[in-house]
């Protein structure tokens, strides 16, 4: 089991940056494979960006490769956001989630067992 708390959000012009962090509980973190998503009213919650359990692999949504950065410190058992040049396209509310049955990526809502509260990022034009 485990629990995650993200936090980082808020209002932003377009253009600016934010970080998102997501804390979790437990002394596994390490060996989960942990992801960002987001759901803009309206549409379905989607994939932004995930970070592999093994070595250092990370993966990104198309609308956010080259802007978001994600990382995670296991030691602090604390996974990251770094959203730059923010567009108004990236409002939503932000979730982190956490894969306990693979240590791959996944882009899906369904491979994640265990989900954050979320937190919004509102982006004004």
């Known amino acids: 089991q485990v629990q995650l708390v993200e936090s980082g959000g808020g209002l932003v012009q377009a253009g600016g940056s934010l970080r998102l962090s997501c804390a979790a509980s437990?002394?596994?973190?390490?060996?989960?494979?942990m992801g960002w998503f987001r759901q803009a009213p309206g549409k379905e919650r989607e994939f932004v960006a995930g970070?592999?359990?093994?070595?250092?692999?990370?993966a990104y949504a198309d609308s956010v490769e080259g802007r978001f950065t994600i990382s995670r410190d296991n030691a602090k058992n604390t996974l990251y956001l770094q959203m730059n040049s923010l567009e108004s396209e990236d409002t939503a509310v932000y979730y982190c989630?956490?894969?306990?049955?693979?240590?791959?990526?996944?882009?899906?809502?369904?491979?994640?067992?265990?989900w954050g509260q979320g937190t919004q990022v509102t982006v004004s034009s």
């Open positions: 989630a956490a894969r306990s049955r693979s240590y791959v990526i996944g882009r899906f809502s369904d491979e994640y067992d265990y």
């Open positions: 437990g002394r596994t973190f390490s060996m989960y494979a």
């Open positions: 970070s592999s359990a093994i070595g250092s692999g990370t």
